[in-house]
């Protein structure tokens, strides 16, 4: 079984940057699609970005700003996000699964327990 462990967040000021990283044990990276999702107060979890053997795929919200890669030496992923903007904040969560829908966060089979993102204005 996959344990992922988030790690990296926390406040910056609009504009600023941050990188996220996923550390994996029980499993390899390079063996699952890895995925990131966030979840604002009061909304639904969203997809943000993927990764698979067919490459990377981004939200619409993202594209341009955030770029997702996994190291299989560190069997780590990572999300690093730049120009960021308030409506970014959220818990970010990182996922792994054995295949499916990559924007569909009940396709994930394994979750991390999350790091807050806040960006202040």
């Known amino acids: 079984q996959v344990q992922l462990v988030e790690s990296g967040g926390g406040l910056v000021q609009a504009g600023g940057s941050l990188r996220l990283s996923c550390a994996a044990s029980g499993g390899t990276v390079s063996s699952y699609n890895m995925g990131w999702f966030r979840q604002a107060p009061g909304k639904e979890r969203e997809f943000v970005s993927a990764?698979?053997?067919?490459?990377?795929v981004y939200a619409d919200s993202v594209k341009g700003r955030f770029t997702i890669s996994r190291d299989n030496v560190k069997n780590t992923m990572y999300l690093q996000m730049v120009s960021l903007k308030p409506d970014d904040t959220a818990i970010y969560y990182c996922?792994?699964?054995?295949?499916?829908?990559?924007?569909?966060?009940?396709?994930?089979?394994?979750w991390g327990q999350g790091t807050q993102v806040t960006v202040s204005s």
């Open positions: 990764v698979s053997w067919r490459g990377t």
């Open positions: 996922a792994a699964q054995r295949g499916g829908r990559l924007a569909v966060a009940h396709d994930y089979e394994y």
